[in-house]
């Protein structure tokens, strides 16, 4: 069975919100206990789970991936463009999900407070993050044996 160009893409923006969530759960670890953890961070609403409030934060990024797609500028461009792309669009999501997580973290966070001390002063968690979502598109886009 070969799987379409959008069932493919789907799959692939489903490393998007792992991503993200990965960042947050590591965020959470390293801030509660000061070094790398996994920890999920604690929500101010009752009733909601922390995955919910992800997915729903990766939002802006999952858009954007799938604009791309939809544009048709990750087929014409092809491999590179993917890894751009989904970098990119798991950026977004990411900081999109440091903003959404910000009050777990403390009560009185400006906009540029987020952007400096919980997304860039915490970028190695960023990038250990996207290993298991760029994981997820590689092998995705790699060709599979095709039997008739």
Same mark, same amino acid.
Do not use: K
């Given at each position: 069975?070969?799987? %379409? +160009?959008?069932?493919? %893409?789907? !799959? ?14 590591? !965020?959470?670890? +390293?801030?509660?206990?000061? %070094?790398?953890?996994? @920890?999920?961070?604690?929500?101010? +609403? ?6 919910? +409030? ?20 990750? %087929? ?36 540029? @407070?987020?952007?400096? @001390? ?24 790699? /060709?599979? /044996?095709?039997?008739?």
């Amino acid at each position: 069975m070969v799987l %379409r +160009e959008p069932a493919v %893409r789907l !799959l692939q923006g489903l490393g998007i919100p792992l991503s993200a969530g990965l960042f947050i759960g590591l !965020l959470t670890g +390293e801030l509660r206990h000061d %070094r790398l953890w996994l @920890e999920w961070p604690l929500t101010l +609403e009752p009733g909601s789970h922390p995955a919910s +409030e992800v997915l729903f934060a990766s939002l802006p990024g999952l858009l954007l991936f799938f604009a791309c797609s939809a544009l048709g500028l990750l %087929r014409r461009h092809g491999g590179p463009a993917l890894i751009a792309t989904f970098v990119a669009a798991a950026a977004l999501a990411a900081y999109c999900c440091a903003v959404a997580f910000a009050p777990s973290f403390g009560n009185t966070w400006a906009p540029g @407070e987020i952007f400096r @001390e919980l997304y860039l002063a915490h970028w190695q968690l960023w990038v250990l993050s996207l290993i298991p979502g760029l994981l997820l598109v590689l092998l995705l886009q790699a /060709p599979w /044996p095709h039997t008739p």
